[in-house]
C-alpha cells in the first residue's frame, strides 16, 4: 500500500511491517499503540523503524491511519481525568483511623 507520512511516500505491506518489527522489544506505551502480532508497540516507534525517520517528522495520526489500512489494530488510551476532590490528607487519615473529621 502506498502511504504519505511526512510527506514522504512509502510503498507499506502488512508483511514488511511484522518483518521490520521482529526481535524489537516493544517500549512503554504512554498514548496510541498498534498490535504486531502478539506484541503492543507505541505507534512513534513503529513509524520510527518502518519510515526511518526520526519521530518528530511525523504525526502518530499518520501512522495510525497506515497501520489501520494495513489491517493491524490500533488503540488510544482514554484521556486521563482530573482527579476528583476529596477530603486532604489529614482528614483522609483520620477517617481512616475512626477519628472525627476536623472541620
Known amino acids: 500500500m502506498r502511504c504519505v507520512i511526512a510527506?514522504?511516500?512509502?510503498?507499506?505491506?502488512?508483511?514488511?511491517?511484522?518483518?521490520?518489527?521482529?526481535?524489537i522489544a516493544p517500549e512503554e506505551i504512554t498514548g496510541e499503540s498498534v498490535v504486531i502480532g502478539r506484541r503492543t508497540y507505541p505507534v512513534k516507534q513503529v513509524g520510527q523503524v518502518v519510515t526511518g525517520q526520526d519521530?518528530?517528522?511525523?504525526?502518530?495520526?499518520?501512522?495510525v491511519l497506515a497501520m489501520t489500512k494495513l489491517g493491524f489494530t490500533c488503540n488510544?488510551?482514554?484521556?486521563?481525568?482530573?482527579?476528583?476532590?476529596?477530603p486532604d490528607a489529614v482528614r483522609h487519615a483520620s477517617a481512616a483511623l475512626g477519628a472525627p473529621m476536623a472541620t
Open 7 to 23: 510527506r514522504f511516500p512509502f510503498e507499506l505491506t502488512q508483511s514488511g511491517v511484522q518483518d521490520a518489527m521482529k526481535g
Open 55 to 63: 519521530r518528530r517528522d511525523f504525526t502518530a495520526r499518520e501512522i
Open 76 to 86: 488510544t488510551l482514554p484521556p486521563r481525568s482530573a482527579p476528583v476532590p476529596g
